[in-house]
């Protein structure tokens, strides 16, 4: 099985950590992975904020360099979920399908369904507050959206509860927004800041130590509102690979 | 790079006490709703089935429509056809002048908001009173709605206890809600017993059977109906459905999606004039349906059943409030419904979601709401309505990550902003408004990947 | 006419291809072991009162146990003695204001949501909102969800009937709930078994 690693822009620019951290743990896992170079940006920012054609380059680019993999494996449920839900229509356009949309997985649904790993891979003796990323709830199906009568499952949780020691809750209003959704944080500035103070407030009061999520965007936006306000000074933010890779050398 | 919305919802937010109320009980609805979805088992099925009657229906519209006229004429209805909001204002007004009626009262009809009617009316000296409480007390202080099902819930009781010590010369300083209903109700039972005419909206009209049913908690739209000499109904084209059959899906979803009851108080079904009363109409109402239903992009947003749920999680709706958006029906569907109406006029709503997507998981009819949004949004540039700034970030971004130089020495550089505080976090940088500067890393991953492979070999 | 045939029309125009309706034999709806049961307490959650008799004879005797204080009791059911009023005979309906509580038949109810279902049978309906207090005389006879309640549902010659659940009630200021926004106060279902 050959996995082609998939970074998108802003988690290599600003979270190489997170890289570093899927691609530890994917080796660890004992799996053929490769790294391609010349990656750059999966273009959801413009899509998302109505430029869906200026995204077409950036997905014929994805599909060339990754046409070989069996599985196309990211860190970051919302650019896995424009991939796949949207390259099609995407490359529909300029008259070609995109086949390697539908093997591209987000880490964790890739190590949950595709290696089904059991653990135990390493201690983590701290209270985390689960931060259910709403592309990851509703377009990848990592846990059972809050609205829907369907059985009760989380993904995340069950990869983060392979961790020794390691107590995981969820805030109230557990898959509620955080209010990033890309451009609508620099377009629609004022609920962004008022969902991410409320999302932040929520995590804080379950009293866990890190926030952490499958999805840099969303950390990244309540990080940064942390950042600013300094309300809760001692909260740390994490990946759930940096978490899952923490024991690993 | 704000937006009418955007400009709005800053606004809005300046009450920090009053936004956060709002939102809380906004929220109170959606986890009523929860839990009374979740008290049956067949939640999906129902919301499955919905959506395909709605589809069946609305690409069978033509059929349905002969159907349904048929058979309320066949129960003595006179059914009339507007193909816009003037005609229809001009036939209910025509209907009134002919049966020589001089006050009409009224439940709850977003239609009737959507064609101006009252103040259509009103010019021509119609006395309209509005029957819903909700309704009522926004009539009462000139006020439009925020939320197609609880209008008045953006106003406290306070608020209220004030507009009825003006308006209904209630005891000062009394704002228990109980007494303030109570007091509403006295008012209003003098307006049922002296009204000429009484009209309803519909909720479903019944192809089958030319019943118009209509939902309500609070018996207004019987009171209206079942004490004036007149009755008319006004009714959406989309809001024909085929029978009985199809009817029990949609009333069990109803309720239930809109306000966590398992129904409605009164589920009315009207199919013809009282004995001794005049004739009853029905006005049916185009204003732009028939073409939506053209729109394969957005034909579905014709699925509605108004149930308000998709406002009540939109957590871009809770924190902003229904005045924020400048299309009469606020929230996910009034986003859409704006956008089909006039893009040109109504663009400035597109901003107003995160594409979180909780409204379609709520949607009863199963209408993608989210989805449409993006798509609308996609829609924006070709209309020429697309934010100048955001256009020109996006080609910025494209210049950077359609070529790979120019990100990788981007992303290489992209520290130094680390030390440039000032000049980041700052009212330019809309980023800023909420948060820090993120802290660049000195390599970005690609580079640190390089130099691992470098150590390994 | 022409409107009708225009927006008919601009319908069929409009469409693209024409969708089958969906049966509803998957669906599975919640059936109750004891429909009787969840009808009564899901009544009660709606605000009914709800009262078991044997027979029609004992309607009088609850509606002074229910309502002491009533003066004006309206209806046309021959067994309701105390009626002073009967919405088949009053001049116009502007002559039931003022009525206490007003006494019709209901002919089934549904477990699901507690409602009844009313089928107009008096030339003045308006007995069933305009009434201060409303009591419902009915048969034991329920069904579980409104599938069911559809299939069962009939009309006469007046061509209007309606499902209620309960007093009127309105949350419409500040989101707090009150009984008896614009028609009844509260409601009472009297159950007689052989009714």
Redesign the interface.
Known sequence: MKVGLFIPCYVDAVFPEVGMASYKLLRHLGLDVTYPKGQTCCGQPMANAGFAKDATQLASKYESMFKGFDYIVAPSVSCTAFIRLQYPNILKDANHKCEIASRTMDLVEFLHDVVKIKGPLGRFPHKVSLHNSCHGVRELHLSSPSEMVVPRYNKIKDLLNLMEGIEVVEPEREDECCGFGGMFSVEETAVSKQMGEQKLMRHAATGAEYITGADCSCLMHIAGINAKEMKYPAIKFLHVAEILASGIK | ???S??IA??KF?ENQTY?TWH?K?F???RAKR?KL??E???????R??AS??K??TL????MY??MF?EAAEK?GVE?H???DAQ?FNEIVFNILKSHNAKKLVKSKSMLTEECRMNPYLEERGIEVVE????ER?LQLDHQDPSHIV????H???DD?GEIFERELNTEKGNHD??Y???M??LS??DE??TADAGMTGANFGIAATGDIVVCT????A??ST??PKLQIAAIG?EKII?D??A???F??LLARSA?G????????????A???ADKMHIV?V?NGR??W??D?QHWESLKCIRCGACMN?C??YR??GGYSYSYFIPGPIGINLGMLRNPKEYSGN?????????C???CPAKVDLGTQI?KW?????SYGV??KE??M???G??M???H?SV?NA??AC?HFLNGMGPLVNNGLN??A??????K??K???????ED?EKNEK | MSTKKDIIDRCRANIRERLIRPTLTDLNPTVYDDPLEKFISQAQVMGCRVERAKSTDEVDAIIKKVYPDAKIVASSLPYVKSASLNPDTVPDAQALNGVDVGVIRAEFGVAENGSVWVMQKVKERDVCFISENLVAVMPEHVVSNMHEAYGEVSFNDYGYGVFIAGPSKTADIAQVLVMGAQAARSMTLILIPDL
């Not at chain 2, 949004?377 to 540039?381: G, I, K, P, V």
């Open positions: 790079m704000s937006t919305h955007s919802a800053k937010l936004a939102d009980t929220w109170g609805v929860d979805a979740f049956l088992p067949e939640w999906e099925r129902l499955d089935k395909a009657i589809r069946h690409t069978n519209i033509d429509l002969e006229s129960n059914v056809w507007a193909k005609e029957t819903d409480l909700g007390i609880m209008p008045a819930t106003l406290s009781h209220v809600p109980t303030l209903t109570y509403a109700r209003l039972r049922f017993l908690n609070e018996g207004n019987d009171m079942s004490v084209l085929p009985y059959e009817l029990s899906v009333v069990r306000t009851q398992p129904s409605t108080v009164y589920t009315s079904h009207f199919r013809k009282r004995p001794g049916i185009d028939s073409q239903l053209g394969p999680t957590p871009v924190w902003s597109v901003s107003a979601c995160t594409l979180c997507l909780s379609q998981c709520v993006y949004r996609q829609a924006l540039d697309a934010n955001k256009k970030m996006v080609k971004m494209d950077i990550f359609d790979l990100y981007a992303t992209a809309p980023w408004y909420a948060h820090k500067m993120m660049f890393p390599k970005p991953f690609h580079k640190q990947f691992m």
